[in-house]
């Protein structure tokens, strides 16, 4: 059984940074894609960032420029560096990535919280 698991949410300031973290554990052969997405309340999930297994990334316009995804493949897992957090990136996040075991398969975390607020 894959799980991911995602750590790192909380309350912060607008201006101020969070790093989250995903973590894949379980019978796993290779991981390819992991990604980032969010949702906020009354909204539908969107992609934040998404990074291949040999480190190609791409953003959300949104995001373009204050957050940065990397991963650690001998780890297993995937970070989210977020900075200059605005009200708007309130929302709850949620790892995402393609692990292949016996087949590949799409495996979501369970989310965490980020709020950005005075």
């Known amino acids: 059984q894959v799980q991911l698991v995602e750590s790192g949410g909380g309350l912060v300031q607008p201006g101020g940074s969070l790093r989250l973290s995903c973590a894949a554990s379980g019978y796993i052969v290779s991981i390819y894609d992991m990604a980032w997405y969010r949702q906020a309340p009354g909204k539908q999930r969107e992609l934040v960032a998404r990074i291949t297994s040999g480190g190609r990334t791409n953003y959300a316009g949104f995001v373009k420029g204050r957050f940065t995804i990397s991963r650690d493949n001998a780890k297993k897992t995937v970070y989210l560096q977020m900075n200059s957090l605005k009200p708007e990136d309130t929302a709850v996040y949620y790892c995402?990535?393609?692990?292949?075991?016996?087949?590949?398969?799409?495996?979501w975390g369970q989310g965490t919280q980020v709020t950005v607020s005075p």
């Open positions: 995402n990535g393609v692990v292949v075991t016996n087949t590949p398969g799409e495996y």
